[in-house]
């Protein structure tokens, strides 16, 4: 390998835990005598191509744990998707630099970007470690039992929807929730843990695994809502029809695209108001209420899963190990072993890069509309300790003097 210089950098959505990773290549690259300097590049594979780097060597040890323990990205993040030309120019940089070892913490794109940077050192001839650390609250990179980031998340959706059930028990109605999330259910399926007793909500959760038919939704709000005289559901932004087209397309009369093409389905209320809108017009129900729970999910202070943040730490400690001491790049993955404990492995980088995992149908129950104990024995122990709990008064009626009967 090439010098002592090391870079880091972060992509994609910010997540409660990043830094955690981001602390965890720092500190353990610092240990290594070969390490003369750490780089980080500030607004992710945008920052690298722009020369945009600040010393981490010269970091105290006390100001990174405490960026640590802060959500959101210290470094900045970007969502460009490098192309074969973009990496072409990172290796570039990279090698200009004389970098090393070249760790990049994110999701499905980033990982895809470390493969092709890689392929292009190898082509040059040019000796560069490269490895990617898993990270997305989706939970959608294959290979991993979790990634960083979904526990933190998850706590927070679970947590959100046990509050809107408490709401909705008070005020009936129909209340509808939208969780991030465009192929992968994982996250909305959370909301499932904030149930207590058996009428709590959310009493429907609607998964991109499985095709939405909107009039069965209709029809299944409708018998929730006959049975218990109130209804709470939570639906993903990527929920779509037979044909795999997103459901807010046919909803929504004007719509907004990413900077990668796709349909813009985070950051805006609009399908969680149209299926609001929807249940109000079609089955005469007055009092429903919508939200878009957005990126509130993803860097919330308050609600971050110890489990999550040590499992984040640890995966970008084995980067550096697995960097320093291994003969190949790849892609740091957490397996799970007994209950509960984790281990760690490298997969090669083509085995997860641009691949997205969904929810296994074990997780999903027959009707689609609702998650099996299986999932819940996955996630419980993710959200780690303290998860806050609901309790409710005993009926104790007392007689009618007015009007008996």
Known sequence: MTGGKILVAQGGGPTAV???????????ARRHARVQLVYGARHGVRGIVNEDFVDLTQETSHNLELVAATPGSALGSTRDKPDAAYCHEIFKVLQAHGIGHFFYIGGNDSSDT?????????????PLRCIHIPKTIDNDLVGNDHTPGFPSAARFVAQAFAGA????????GVYLGVVMGRHAGFLTAAAALGKKFAEDGPHLIYL??????PERFLAEVKAVYERYGRCVIAASEGIHDASGRPIITQLAKSLEHDAHGNVQLSGSGALADLLCEQIKEKLGIKRVRGDTL?????????????????????????????????????????KRSGYYSVDYELLPLESVAGKTRVMEDEFITPNGTDVTDAFRLYL?????????????????????VLRPG
Do not use: T
Request: glycine share 8%; charged share 25%; aromatic share 8%.
């Open 208 to 213: 991109p695994e499985r095709v939405f038919e």
């Open 294 to 334: 957005g990126y509130l999910q993803r860097s919330f202070i308050g609600c971050v899963s110890d489990v999550d943040q040590r499992e984040a730490r640890e995966v970008g400690e084995k980067a550096v190990q697995y960097a320093f001491h291994g003969d190949r790049d790849g892609s740091v993955a957490i």
């Open 380 to 400: 419980r122990p993710l959200l780690g300790s303290g998860m806050p709990d609901a309790f409710r008064l005993r009926p104790n009626p007392v007689a009618k």
């Open 165 to 172: 059930n408490l709401d909705n028990a008070a005020l009936p």
């Open 114 to 126: 470390v493969r092709i940077v890689a392929e292009e050192a190898r082509a040059a001839g040019y």
């Open 18 to 28: 990043i830094n955690q990773s981001l602390v965890g290549v720092v500190r353990e």
